[in-house]
């Protein structure tokens, strides 16, 4: 089997407002299986954790009100969680959901009515599907909190090399 | 850790000060090339004082620098100060990357196997 054109390139994000964030990539596959893959347990556990480390942990209960529960383990051996609450699902359109991040010490963690929403699209054109994630959070800190958590996760990996690399030096 | 703290905040900093649109606008304008405020005013369609206050924030972050040419005063692009600004993006741009890459993969299985449940359904 020849390779596949799959990969569309990395995602774009841009920052629309103060309190926003935008990721859009465009999938080469029709929206109701990107739908899938973003709501079915076992296939989500398949990609979301990226190759940042491993999945033990899927929990979908997908209706407005239920709630989901993401746990990876990063290569560094340190846990990292996700839930959140689904506010509205439009089969293979739409779900906007919260998302909490459960690392954050007690004191500074957020009441829930103040977590960051979610709101994912699904749009098809001509068999594929561009997928927009608008990240809503309530203050420009929170927003800048969560980009920033990108850069400590990759700070994190750089920090496992560098150890690997110093225990290969003993 | 202390490093990481330190580099937070400045980034931060940087990054509020472009996140205010017609400061990135302005950043813009001045990607083209360097400019002086009158230039910046008439392509802005802002009063000047406006556009000085925007202009003091970008240079209170390092994110552009000016200089004196004879009665004008010209700005321009400090790219070096707008780096980490967008490593910062970068960063958590290649998280979802990453994920997509994996979703990726995962979508190609899931439009094989309904490819082979048509031709079996045809059968």
Known sequence: MTAVGTSSGTATVTLPTDEQILITREFHAPKHLVYKAWTTPELVKRWWAGHRGQMTLAEIDLRVGGTWRYVMTATGGFEVAFHGEYREIIPNERIVTTEVFEGMPEEEALPESEAPLNLVTFTEVEGRTILALLVQTSSKELRDMILNSGMELGMQEQMDVLEQVAVSLR | MVLAVARAATTTDAFNAVAEPRRRQILDLLAGGERPVNDLVGAL???????????????????????????????????????????????????????????????????????GDDRSGHQ
């Open chain 2, 45 to 115: 369609g802002l009063a000047q004082p406006q556009v000085s206050k925007h202009l003091r924030v970008l240079r209170e972050v390092g994110a552009v620098d000016v200089r004196d040419h004879g009665r004008q005063r010209l700005y321009r692009l400090n790219g070096h100060a707008l780096k980490p600004i967008h490593d910062w993006v970068k960063t958590y741009e290649a998280t979802w990357t990453e994920r997509f890459e994996q979703l990726d993969v995962v979508l190609e299985d899931l439009k094989a196997k309904e490819q």
